[in-house]
């Protein structure tokens, strides 16, 4: 049996440039990229903080050290520049990998510059 499990995360993530008539559909800072462990072409969702859109697309790379998120093509009727947006990578893994993985969460701030990662999310209070 295999269990679908969160691989990626980029947190909070500024909206940067929306484009209906580009090809390809999230254009992600390559840096961004490279530290999530998000691969181009590779599946990802993404969550609208400001409007509760939640749509799937493939990350593509952007300029290296631009901040860049760009949410290309028909998803871009989904988020506008300046929305909030969490952007995730999932896995499919066995049984047996479970007990050693741990997701890569990357936490960013309004510029999409990285304020921090770690790899576990606290427990969340009653």
Do not use: W
Request: hydrophobic share 40%.
């Amino acid at each position: 049996m295999h269990v679908t499990m969160l691989k990626a995360k980029l947190h909070q993530a500024r909206v940067t440039h929306s484009e209906l008539m580009y090809e390809g559909s999230c254009a992600i800072d390559s840096d961004l990229l490279d530290l999530a462990g998000i691969r181009e072409y590779e599946q990802i969702h993404i969550y609208n903080v400001n409007n509760g859109e939640r749509f799937i697309t493939y990350a593509i790379r952007a300029e290296s050290g631009s901040g860049v998120i760009s949410v290309n093509g028909a998803a871009a009727r989904l988020a506008s520049p300046g929305d909030m947006v969490i952007i995730c990578a999932y896995v499919s893994l066995p049984q047996e990998a479970l007990e050693s993985f741990q997701p890569n969460l990357i936490y960013l701030d309004d510029q999409n510059r990285v304020t921090r990662t770690g790899h576990s999310i606290p427990v969340q209070a009653a």
